[in-house]
């Protein structure tokens, strides 16, 4: 198998996995949203810069991903929930070639394949390339810069411009998709050469070319902000956003929680796959790897406000690390490994039976995750496949059987799984429902939510939703004589009704997720509700 049929092939499986779904879960978090009207403000607009999402000017995160957005969505001439995610499938694939072809140049052809395949079924990184942020385009710039940093490193001698030139605009690609988060190769390598040279291997990173390649690059972006206002950039962005938001005391239980969930299912292997490595530390090849995956979780780990998706960008080391591991040490840790063997069997079982159950057995399992029916038997079949071929792959050191048996589980569960949950999800989060509720009573005119973001209305009303901050500017906007609609949950809506006189009236109340949004507005005809004591307050 050559390159770049090695490349092909994993990108075949990535794509066969990310693409398909592409549009079918409606768009609800703000935190997804806020991106899509950013992209399409631009492209109605044709505003690049002097974006503003419910009238205020969106600087928080830098403008590559809105772009791509706008761009993927020009040939059908409006976003759409499938071209907004689009360039979220691209990047997913594009990490996963990029980390074979770091694999196939440290590891080899065969462990190369494999650690693409293992990255592109790993649930942490699957799943995130379903959601519409800019993680994923980090962490696809994270990859090409580190493939761009193993082929210097291989060419020391005799290294020719274009890998570090790469190295420093893909560095500049990540941070122009979401900030300083993108400056991660240059720690990685910092830290890795460190080890290998001492600090005068920090010289090796240095390149005059890449360095004003990558500065020209983040210039097109950082000028206009700073144009539109370089004091409220400084405040507002990099100190707020960039800075504050992340300091505090971090949390690192729910850290190593979120971090077992994401490596999905190499977690299982983990402990044998680390122990291995720290053996080999004093390889070069290893040693890569291992801080790759290493400075990747450790820089989340003080802080404050972590997420989920902070994660992601350590998911290819981890891949690269396992199919080393299997390739080269998997006969190790004898004892271990068996031991490990018959626990996964256990688990395996377990599963099996709780899949099997005719009714849920917690909120954590789906309906179609209960009891056996068509809709269940890919998911039995996978866990089937999954627990054989790790139990039997530990058991007698057969790597094939592990890699290939995990990642073919993997597929069908994630690849079947994904159309189940966004059903699900859908039926749930039903805002095109809600915003045609609103629309209904609003009859083209103003609409304000309190309590929440809920960008999603703006998206599916198609047009700006006014938030109402506190309690006085929901009351404004209550009493204008035009009587505007308002939109906000059932908790909020319950603490208005309990310290305020005014006269609204609930027109709808829908279920969204696990709470109630509720549709209000003033009318003659609602009778001021009775005040109950002032220790009652509205909680947005």
Same mark, same amino acid.
């Given at each position: 198998?050559?390159?770049?049929?090695?490349?092909?092939?994993? *990108?075949?499986?990535?794509?066969?996995?990310?693409?398909?779904?592409?549009?079918?879960?409606?768009?609800?978090?703000?935190?997804?949203?806020?991106?899509?009207?950013?992209?399409?403000?631009?492209?109605?607009?044709?505003?690049?810069?002097?974006?503003?999402?419910?009238?205020?000017?969106?600087? $928080?995160?830098?403008?590559?991903?809105?772009?791509?957005?706008?761009?993927?969505?020009?040939?059908?001439?409006?976003?759409?929930?499938?071209? +907004?995610?689009?360039?979220? /499938?691209? +990047?997913?694939?594009?990490?996963?070639?990029?980390?074979?072809? /770091?694999?196939?140049?440290?590891?080899?052809?065969?462990?190369?394949?494999?650690?693409?395949?293992?990255? #592109?079924?790993?649930?942490?990184?699957?799943?995130?390339?379903?959601?519409?942020?800019?993680?994923?385009?980090?962490?696809?710039?994270?990859?090409? /810069?580190?493939?761009?940093?193993?082929?210097?490193?291989?060419?020391?001698?005799?290294?020719?411009?274009?890998?570090?030139?790469?190295?420093?605009?893909?560095?500049?690609?990540?941070?122009?998709?979401?900030?300083?988060?993108?400056?991660?190769?240059?720690?990685?390598?910092?830290?890795?050469?460190?080890?290998?040279?001492?600090?005068?291997?920090?010289?090796?990173?240095?390149?005059?070319?890449?360095?004003?390649?990558?500065?020209?690059?983040?210039?097109?972006?950082?000028?206009?902000?700073?144009?539109?206002?370089?004091?409220?950039?400084?405040? #507002?962005?990099?100190?707020?956003?960039?800075?504050?938001?992340?300091?505090?005391?971090?949390?690192?239980?729910?850290?190593?929680?979120?971090?077992?969930?994401?490596?999905?299912?190499?977690?299982?292997?983990?402990?044998?796959?680390?122990?291995?490595?720290?053996?080999?530390?004093? $390889?070069?090849?290893?040693?890569?790897?291992?801080?790759?995956?290493?400075?990747?979780?450790?820089?989340?780990?003080?802080? #404050?406000?972590?997420?989920?998706?902070?994660?992601?960008?350590?998911?290819?080391?981890?891949?690269?690390?396992?199919?080393?591991?299997?390739?080269?040490?998997?006969? *190790?840790?004898?004892? *271990?490994?068996?031991?490990?063997?018959?626990?996964?069997?256990?688990?395996?079982?377990?599963?099996?039976?709780?899949?099997?159950?005719?009714?849920?057995?917690?909120?954590?399992?789906?309906?179609?995750?209960?009891?056996?029916?068509?809709?269940?038997?890919?998911?039995?079949? *996978?866990?089937?496949?999954?627990?054989?071929?790790?139990?039997?792959?530990?058991?007698?050191?057969?790597?094939?059987?592990?890699?290939?048996?995990?990642?073919?589980?993997? #597929?069908?569960?994630?690849?079947?799984?994904?159309?189940?949950?966004?059903?699900?999800?859908?039926?749930?989060?039903?805002?095109?429902?809600?915003?045609?509720?609103?629309?209904?009573?609003?009859?083209?005119?103003?609409?304000?939510?309190?309590?929440?973001?809920?960008?999603?209305?703006?998206?599916?009303?198609?047009?700006?939703?006014?938030?109402? $901050?506190?309690?006085?500017?929901?009351?404004?906007?209550?009493?204008?004589?035009?009587?505007?609609?308002?939109?906000?949950?059932?908790?909020?809506?319950?603490?208005?009704?309990?310290?305020?006189?005014?006269?609204?009236?609930?027109?709808?109340?829908?279920?969204?997720?696990?709470?109630?949004?509720?549709?209000?507005?003033?009318?003659?005809?609602?009778?001021? /509700?009775?005040?109950?004591?002032?220790?009652?307050?509205?909680?947005?």
């Amino acid at each position: 198998m050559s390159r770049l049929q090695g490349a092909l092939l994993v *990108a075949a499986v990535a794509a066969l996995l990310v693409l398909p779904p592409l549009g079918q879960r409606v768009l609800v978090p703000s935190d997804e949203v806020r991106f899509v009207l950013y992209a399409r403000d631009v492209a109605e607009r044709g505003a690049p810069f002097d974006v503003r999402v419910r009238a205020k000017l969106f600087r $928080e995160k830098p403008p590559l991903f809105a772009w791509l957005i706008a761009l993927s969505s020009a040939p059908v001439g409006r976003v759409t929930e499938a071209t +907004a995610q689009l360039p979220v /499938a691209l +990047a997913a694939i594009a990490a996963v070639v990029f980390t074979f072809l /770091a694999g196939d140049r440290l590891l080899g052809r065969g462990p190369g394949v494999m650690g693409g395949l293992a990255l #592109a079924t790993t649930y942490g990184f699957f799943s995130h390339s379903q959601f519409i942020l800019p993680d994923m385009l980090v962490v696809a710039c994270v990859c090409a /810069a580190m493939y761009a940093l193993v082929v210097v490193w291989q060419r020391a001698e005799r290294v020719t411009w274009p890998a570090p030139v790469a190295f420093y605009v893909a560095i500049a690609g990540a941070v122009y998709a979401k900030g300083p988060v993108g400056l991660l190769p240059f720690l990685i390598g910092g830290v890795w050469l460190w080890s290998e040279h001492g600090a005068a291997g920090l010289r090796r990173l240095w390149h005059l070319g890449g360095a004003l390649a990558g500065a020209l690059v983040t210039l097109t972006w950082v000028v206009p902000f700073l144009t539109m206002g370089g004091g409220t950039f400084a405040e #507002a962005v990099i100190w707020e956003d960039w800075i504050r938001w992340y300091v505090g005391r971090p949390r690192i239980l729910n850290l190593l929680i979120d971090t077992a969930v994401m490596c999905l299912p190499w977690t299982a292997v983990l402990p044998l796959v680390l122990a291995a490595a720290i053996r080999h530390r004093r $390889e070069p090849v290893v040693r890569l790897l291992l801080t790759w995956f290493l400075v990747s979780f450790l820089v989340i780990l003080p802080i #404050a406000n972590q997420r989920t998706r902070y994660l992601l960008p350590m998911t290819p080391p981890l891949a690269l690390l396992v199919a080393w591991w299997a390739a080269a040490e998997l006969h *190790a840790f004898r004892l *271990a490994r068996r031991a490990l063997a018959l626990l996964i069997l256990a688990v395996g079982a377990v599963a099996l039976v709780g899949i099997a159950w005719p009714r849920p057995l917690g909120a954590w399992q789906p309906p179609y995750l209960a009891g056996l029916s068509l809709a269940s038997l890919p998911f039995v079949a *996978a866990v089937a496949v999954l627990t054989a071929s790790m139990a039997w792959g530990l058991c007698v050191a057969a790597p094939r059987v592990l890699m290939g048996g995990t990642v073919v589980a993997m #597929a069908l569960a994630l690849g079947f799984g994904i159309w189940q949950y966004n059903r699900d999800f859908n039926t749930a989060h039903d805002f095109p429902r809600l915003a045609a509720a609103v629309e209904q009573h609003a009859n083209g005119g103003d609409v304000a939510v309190f309590g929440g973001r809920w960008f999603a209305l703006d998206y599916y009303l198609g047009r700006r939703v006014h938030s109402a $901050e506190t309690l006085a500017e929901f009351t404004d906007f209550a009493l204008r004589p035009e009587r505007p609609v308002l939109v906000t949950n059932g908790r909020t809506w319950t603490g208005i009704r309990a310290t305020t006189n005014l006269g609204l009236c609930a027109l709808d109340e829908q279920p969204m997720g696990s709470q109630m949004m509720v549709i209000v507005q003033a009318s003659p005809q609602c009778p001021p /509700a009775p005040r109950t004591p002032a220790s009652s307050t509205a909680r947005p």
